[in-house]
């Protein structure tokens, strides 16, 4: 590993080179007249971005016309594409696909490489967008957000990561100075007043930048393929003879594997890199270890982004269909007293004048 460091070094100049030329003017970033909501992290995948897009666009709905614009990592397009009911995940990336089949046709969705070009064709699409959210664009400074929030996770935090390929960071902690709001992800049930202080003293937030803790809240289990599934299984009503084939294309499957393992059940897990597309020699793997479970009863779990690229899957097995589920997941941020998320986000953003009354 202490090879990679002086790649690491290198790698962070080509860094601070970009975002000075983008400071001094030399790189350009383009207003827009209308909210832009950046959500991102400084790390590569794992804390939580799309859950946290969703709560956002859970507390706007109804009240704001709400866009979503990404980049859709992995998809099989290019350029421009707007989510409609016929879209795939290999249309608009899982993520999306995840998004517009929650909320849609309630907001608007779209993908696109280049995000000034994106949010034009989206408000020439819906003119009446009073805001849209950008999700994972931090590190794309042409566009200029109105709101910057950055996530960190809990058990990784940035001021003990390191830059790429010698850690996971994108960019060096510093570059939190340009957030407006940064949320600590993934945050353990119990957290002690000690744990909070560990966390301002280090994350060293300007005053007029706001601190969030933020925690996973998991639902009961859902069935992938609802028309082969007759009987849902409860989830902490499990007996020790049941056993879970936990199956995860996430960048970080451990706080989803550790919910799983405080249930009533034995779970054995086969990870997959993040965004894995599955393959047919993947689902014959999977029905392997399926198969060879011995529990009288055994089910697979899955996560709600990996469950989006099952359903849409042509390889999975129509036997295993009854026996698959993912469990949803909402984020709940830890009430510590201070002013709600959502009232912090959108006063920074009317603070801007952009936001319509």
Do not use: W
């Not at 995000?115 to 590190?139: C, H, T, W, Y």
């Not at 003990?160 to 902690?173: H, I, M």
């Amino acid at each position: 590993m202490l090879l990679l460091y002086p790649i690491s070094r290198l790698y962070g100049m080509g860094i601070a080179l970009r975002n000075k030329m983008f400071e001094y003017g030399m790189l350009k970033q383009q207003e827009f007249d209308i909210p832009l909501v950046v959500v991102g992290n400084l790390a590569m995948g794992g804390t939580g971005k799309t859950p946290h897009v969703e709560y956002i666009v859970r507390s706007f709905l109804g009240r704001y016309n709400v866009g979503v614009l990404s980049r859709g990592y992995k998809r099989a397009t290019r350029g421009f594409v707007l989510a409609t009911p016929q879209s795939r995940p290999e249309d608009i990336g899982d993520e999306s696909y995840q998004i517009y089949r929650k909320f849609g046709p309630d907001i608007t969705v779209a993908v696109c490489e280049k995000r000034s070009e994106g949010i034009r064709k989206m408000r020439e699409i819906n003119p009446k967008l009073d805001v849209i959210i950008l999700d994972d664009a931090f590190q794309h400074r042409y566009v200029k957000p109105t709101a910057s929030v950055i996530l960190t996770e809990y058990n990784r935090p940035v001021f003990l990561d390191k830059l790429l390929p010698y850690g996971r960071l994108r960019e060096p902690a510093r570059a939190l100075n340009r957030a407006d709001i940064v949320v600590v992800t993934k945050c353990p049930p119990g957290m002690k007043a000690m744990d909070y202080r560990i966390f301002e003293e280090n994350l060293q937030l300007f005053p007029y930048q706001k601190l969030y803790f933020s925690r996973y809240n998991y639902g009961h289990l859902v069935p992938v393929f609802p028309e082969a599934v007759s009987n849902i299984p409860a989830l902490g009503s499990q007996q020790p003879e049941t056993s879970l084939l936990v199956v995860t294309g996430v960048a970080n499957p451990k706080p989803f594997v550790r919910f799983l393992r405080r249930q009533k059940a034995k779970v054995k897990l086969k990870r997959f890199n993040d965004h894995h597309n599955f393959t047919s020699s993947d689902m014959e793997e999977i029905t392997r270890l399926f198969d060879d479970l011995t529990a009288k009863r055994k089910f697979i779990v899955t996560t709600e982004k990996d469950a989006v690229r099952i359903l849409n899957n042509p390889y999975f097995p129509h036997r295993l269909k009854p026996f698959i589920f993912y469990v949803p997941i909402k984020v709940e941020f830890i009430d510590r007293g201070e002013p709600d998320f959502t009232v912090g986000l959108e006063k920074t953003i009317r603070d801007s004048r952009l936001f319509k009354s």
